[in-house]
Every structure is written in C-alpha cells, then in structure tokens.
C-alpha cells in the first residue's frame, strides 16, 4: 500500500495533491500549519472513500516534523511518498525585505523540504524504495520582480532535488521536483492584482493553471510509470519556461 505525506495540503495545490493521490489508492496524512484545514481535507478525503488523517504543524519546526512523521506512521504505516509542498508567499521589493522575511522564507521551503526529507528518508533507503517530490515554482527558474527571496528559496529547491537525486536514487529513491507557473491558489491571489495581470499577460497558454492541474503532474512523478524520471523538474507553468 503507497502511504504519502502531503504537507502544506490544507489548501491550494496541496489540498489537490491530497484529493489526487487518495482517489489513486494512496493513504494520505494531510499537513498544514492550519489544523482546521488539514481536518476539512482529510474529512472530505475519508466521504469519498479513502484514508486519511489531518496534523497540524510547521514543516520549519524539527519537533512539529517528527509530529507529522509519527502520526503517518502510527495511523497509515511508513511513509512511501512524501510531497514535500508546504510554502509560504510574500511580496516586496528587494531594498525593503528585512532579514526577518528572507529568514521566514527560507525555513518554510527549504529547511522545511529539508526536515521532512530527513525524518522519511532513511527508511525508504532502508527499503530500498521510495518517491519524494518537491514543490519548486518557475520563479526559481527565471526569478521575480519584488519576489527575490522566494524565488531563490525556489532555485535552492531545485539545487535540493538534482543533488539528492543523485545521492539515492541508485539506492531505490526517486527524487524529483515540479515547478508550476502561476497557479490560481490563495498563496497567488495574496498577490496584488498588478502583479497578476501583468503575469497572465506574459503566459503563452493566456491563463494561469488550476492546482489539480499540477497535482496531475505530481501524481505522474509519484507513480510507477515515472520510473525513468530522476532528479528532474518538469514545469506545469502556462508556457512561462520552456526548456
């Protein structure tokens, strides 16, 4: 049975990785720093028929991690997948970002991807199994005006990925990254609306995707028939990077 850990699910592109992946036969523990919305998912997962569980916590915290960890494991069993997703959005141009928002920025995606990794990975090496997939963005492909410190906390995702791709995957373990453009979720509509209708004008596809859109990517990374799939990250972006 696959058993994944979505964190940062209660809402957004989590919130449909969560429904994804449950209605492909995955058990899912459902994470956001917003208990309330963790349950609302996880409760809507269980009416449609699967498995799952709700845990509040923040990824950023070692102890609200090893929380997450052990709740999967006593409730569902030991984690096969891990969507590392958990994120966290702010906008300001760089001469007025303080330490304290780069700070933030940085313990959310990429000491929390690091955390999460940390407390599942070695039993998967143990097992020689396993599948983690991180949330990265565009924006760490291209950059972002008056986003610096969330796009280079995305470009450190995609550092992340190649670089323990190639550390475990002869060890069973894929690893793998998706980086969706602009998204309709609450982290992008925190946006100001000058900002996203400047973005929607630069997209090829004219129009910004939809979470189950990019859920649809991750479920593909997730699943078997990604088997050749290693340390890559592929781009549900509208056609904002092409590469």
Known sequence: MKTAIVTGSGSGIGRAVAMRLASDGYRVTVNDIVLDQAESVAAQIRSDGGEAIAIGGDVSLEDDVSAIVAACRKTLGDP????????HVHQARFTELTP?????????????????????LPAMLARNAGVIVYTASQLGQIG??????YSAAKAAIIGL????????????VRVNAVAPGPINTPLVRALSPEWRKAKAAELPLGRFGEPEEVAAAIAFLCSDQASLFVGQTIGPNSGDVML
Do not use: C
Request: glycine fraction near 8%; proline fraction near 0%; charge should be positive.
């Open 80 to 87: 096969t997948h891990l969507i590392s997703n958990a994120g």
């Open 100 to 120: 304290k928002d780069f700070d933030r920025m940085f313990a959310v995606h990429v000491r929390g991807a690091f955390l999460m990794t940390r407390a599942v």
């Open 144 to 149: 972002g005006v008056e986003l610096v410190h």
């Open 161 to 172: 990925t190649k670089s323990l791709a190639r550390e475990v995957s002869a060890q069973g």
